[in-house]
T-cell receptor, first 114, second 118 residues
């Protein structure tokens, strides 16, 4: 079972560059999320989606964009990368509504902006 | 507002000791869910348990047990006879839907780094 797959696992960007973190899940989950994890700060929600074509902002959306054209894919776009976006990014999906179900996480993508 | 506090930043124990990780949460919602996740050194996040606000029964799973007390807004996690493989960061998380309008967000605590020494 693939579960939630994120690519790339590691990436170094220069300030001002753009990139897309890819996320795919094969569990037919409607709910998908992007979190970032900074050292000692837990995970913070960037964006989430309740289904194809529907996305909404989380706690820390500035500097990011998302789209959800299919149930399976939920890419996260970084425009004009900044050092403050150096973090580990986790994509997750869930099968139950209103936060009742466990989140299934990808393995994370470590991004460094220099 | 939803908030999860894990006051213990780091805990070190020696193998076979029991250890309790504290979690205190805040929410005004009457229906909510609490979770614990484990993040081993490899970095992935592993689901351990989900508990809803209407079920205050304690739960035991092998060496793991959870104590949920609504009166103190706490959802503590105990590892009995700890092992080196238990070394990880443990996150407590809360999901609530105030007024039914917020869907599926998990609010995480900052995590507790547990180190178990042989």
């Amino acid at each position: 079972n693939a579960g939630v797959t994120q690519t790339p696992k590691f990436r170094i960007l220069k300030i001002g560059q753009s990139m897309t973190l890819q996320c795919t899940q094969d569990m037919n989950h409607n709910y998908m999320y992007w979190y970032r994890q900074d050292p000692g700060m837990g995970l913070k929600l960037i964006y989430y989606s309740v289904g194809a074509g529907i996305t909404d902002k989380g706690e820390v959306p500035n500097g990011y964009n998302v789209s959800r054209s299919t149930t399976e894919d939920f890419p996260l776009r970084l425009e004009l990368a900044a050092p403050s976006q150096t973090s580990v990014y986790f994509c997750a999906s869930s099968y139950l509504t209103r936060g009742t179900g466990e989140l299934f996480f990808g393995e994370g993508s470590r991004l460094t902006v220099l | 507002a939803q908030k999860v506090t894990q006051a213990q930043t780091e805990i070190s124990v020696v193998e076979k000791e029991d250890v309790t990780l504290d979690c205190v949460y805040e929410t005004r919602d009457t229906t909510y869910y609490l979770f614990w996740y484990k993040q081993p050194p490899s970095g992935e996040l592993v689901f351990l348990i989900r508990r809803n606000s209407f079920d205050e029964q304690n739960e035991i799973s092998g060496r793991y047990s959870w104590n949920f007390q609504k009166s103190t807004s706490s959802f503590n996690f105990t590892i009995t006879a700890s092992q080196v493989v238990d070394s990880a960061v443990y996150f407590c998380a809360l999901s609530a839907s105030p007024g039914g309008s917020t869907l599926g967000r998990l609010y995480f605590g900052r995590g507790t780094q547990l180190t178990v020494w042989p």
